[in-house]
């Protein structure tokens, strides 16, 4: 008898636990290495230029949802709000770490026989695509799905050329619960992973 009453404890628990109540729930979103660029400065110039990200998505107020058991939905926004300032302000940090300079440039074209008009080394136009995450709550676990796709287009003036690359990535995780800050260190690790890809070969 007593092991059926732990039983039921525990399933009434993660029951609980999975009908958490909605709200919205602002995640810090920054891009943190987790390795170094050694040659990144020799790509791309120690003066970048940085044209304001684009948002693309078709729902640009939120980053993801949850669901619970009971259906109700609680939201999640980017911090800094919005997205693309959240992104924007943490590769800047990063790239002067690296002692690149970066300034602001309201427009691009992308056209590469622009690069010579400019007084940047190099310019950055980041377009994001997708960048959402979904968790459902089932009984004694909780699925929770992410996606990200950039476009990046990088050009440098002193190859008189323009690179693109389309970075996507997806992954599910399945755990007995999840958090908004279990949310937030997954994007955050699949930022690291994104962008660690992207500046370890950037063309």
């Known amino acids: 008898m007593k092991s059926v009453r732990w039983l039921f404890i525990l399933s009434l628990g993660l029951f609980v636990l999975g009908c958490a109540k909605a709200g ?33 998505r078709p729902e640009t107020l939120y980053i993801g949802l949850h669901t619970n058991l009971q259906g109700d939905r609680s939201y999640f926004k980017s911090q800094p709000f919005p997205l693309e300032k959240a992104i924007q302000e943490s590769l800047s940090e990063v790239l002067s770490r690296y002692g690149i300079k970066t300034v602001p440039i309201a427009n691009w074209d992308g056209n590469p026989e622009s690069l010579r008009d400019r007084e940047t080394d190099s310019v950055l136009m980041i377009e994001i695509e997708r960048f959402w995450t979904e968790g459902k709550a089932y009984p004694f676990r909780t699925t929770t799905k992410i996606g990200v796709r950039f476009l990046i287009h990088l050009g440098v003036k002193k190859e008189g050329k323009v690179y693109t690359r389309d970075v996507e990535m997806e992954k599910e995780i399945t755990e007995a619960r999840s958090t908004p800050e279990k949310v937030e260190v997954m994007l955050n690790q699949i930022l690291a992973v994104v962008f660690d890809s992207y500046f370890s070969n950037p063309y």
């Open 24 to 56: 919205t729930y602002s995640l810090f979103l920054q891009y943190q290495p987790t390795k170094e660029f050694p040659s990144l400065q020799t790509k791309t110039g120690s003066h970048m230029g940085i044209v304001p990200i684009k948002d693309e």
